[in-house]
């Protein structure tokens, strides 16, 4: 069974920075994705930044130009540090894997979120 743990929440003023760390445990197969979703109060969860099993990286378009993600893959973690926070970055943000069996099997796991306050 897959855990997640994020860490780097916090509060900042607009413009600020923050780094979000997700560390990624329990792993039985070698091929897995890692991806930040963040979800604001009463809207969707919606997909942030990421890289899928082959190592290619996608950013959502509110955050291109504003986000450096790193993934390391033999230590599974995730970091996700953003620059130019905007009020609208507010939100609990989510640490995702999923992880490929050798059959076709994926199974998803997320962590249990870290809080994401930028105020003007």
């Known amino acids: 069974q897959v855990q997640l743990v994020e860490s780097g929440g916090g509060s900042v003023q607009v413009g600020g920075s923050l780094r979000l760390s997700c560390r990624g445990s329990?792993?039985?197969?070698?091929?897995?994705?890692m991806s930040w979703y963040r979800q604001p109060v009463g809207k969707e969860r919606e997909f942030v930044s990421g890289?899928?099993?082959?190592?290619?990286?996608t950013d959502a378009d509110f955050v291109k130009g504003r986000v450096t993600t790193i993934l390391d893959y033999a230590k599974h973690t995730l970091d996700l540090q953003m620059n130019g926070l905007k009020p609208e970055d507010t939100a609990m943000y989510y640490c995702?894997?999923?992880?490929?069996?050798?059959?076709?099997?994926?199974?998803?796991?997320w962590g249990q979120g870290t809080q994401v306050t930028v105020s003007s």
């Open positions: 890289f899928d099993s082959d190592g290619r990286r």
């Open positions: 995702k894997t999923s992880e490929y069996g050798p059959y076709g099997e994926i199974d998803n796991y």
């Open positions: 329990g792993y039985t197969h070698p091929t897995f994705d």
